[in-house]
C-alpha cells in the first residue's frame, strides 16, 4: 500500500489549523495572564482528568484483592515500590514536567486512601532510574516485601 505523505501531512495541518481557529488563536494569539488560571488546570479539567483516568484503568487480574477492605487489625500494611512509584514518569515522556501541586503519584495517592482505611503505607525505593535498576535492588525490594500485606509495583512491564 502506498501512502501520499503530502496528503498525510496535509491533513494533519488542516486538523490542527481547525483546532486553532476554533480557539480564536489567529484573530489574538497572545495569553490574558489574568485570566490563565480560570482556563489552564482548573477545577472542570481536573474532573475530566479524573474521569477519563479511572475509564482507562485496565485491571487485568483481582484475585478479590481489590477493592480494598478496611483492615481488621492497625497492623495491616501495603508497601509502593517501583521505578513509577514515586515520581512523574508515569505520566508518560509526552508530558511536560508538571508543579508538584498538580500530580499525585502512585505512591502518594495509595498512601493517602490506604491510610484513611487505617492501613500502614510505606514506600521502597527500587531505584527510580529504570535502566539501572540491578539484580540487587531487585533482591533488596523482594526482601522488603515479604514485611507486607500487599504490594504495588508500578513497573514499565
Not at 479524573?50 to 483492615?71: F, H, M, T
Not at 495491616?76 to 508538571?98: F, K, Y
Not at 529504570?130 to 523482594?142: C, E, L, N, W
Request: some cysteine; overall charge neutral.
Amino acid at each position: 500500500m502506498k501512502v501520499n505523505f503530502e496528503k498525510r501531512v496535509n491533513y494533519a495541518c488542516s486538523k490542527i489549523f481547525e483546532a486553532k481557529f476554533k480557539l480564536g488563536l489567529f484573530e489574538n494569539r497572545f495569553v490574558d495572564e489574568d485570566d490563565i488560571s480560570e482556563k489552564i488546570f482548573n477545577q472542570y479539567h481536573k474532573e475530566t482528568a479524573l474521569k477519563l483516568a479511572r475509564q482507562g484503568i485496565v485491571l487485568l487480574k483481582n484475585n478479590d484483592v481489590l477493592p480494598l477492605r478496611r483492615p481488621k487489625n492497625s497492623k495491616n500494611r501495603i508497601l509502593v515500590t517501583g521505578p513509577n512509584a514515586n515520581n512523574q514518569s508515569i505520566l508518560g515522556d509526552w508530558h511536560s514536567a508538571q508543579p508538584d501541586e498538580n500530580v499525585y503519584t502512585v505512591f502518594e495517592g495509595i498512601k493517602k486512601i490506604g491510610t484513611e482505611m487505617g492501613y500502614l503505607v510505606d514506600y521502597h525505593d527500587s531505584n527510580e532510574n529504570i535502566k539501572r535498576i540491578s539484580d540487587k535492588d531487585i533482591d533488596k525490594t523482594i526482601e522488603a516485601a515479604k514485611e507486607y500485606d500487599l504490594v504495588c509495583t508500578c513497573n514499565w512491564r
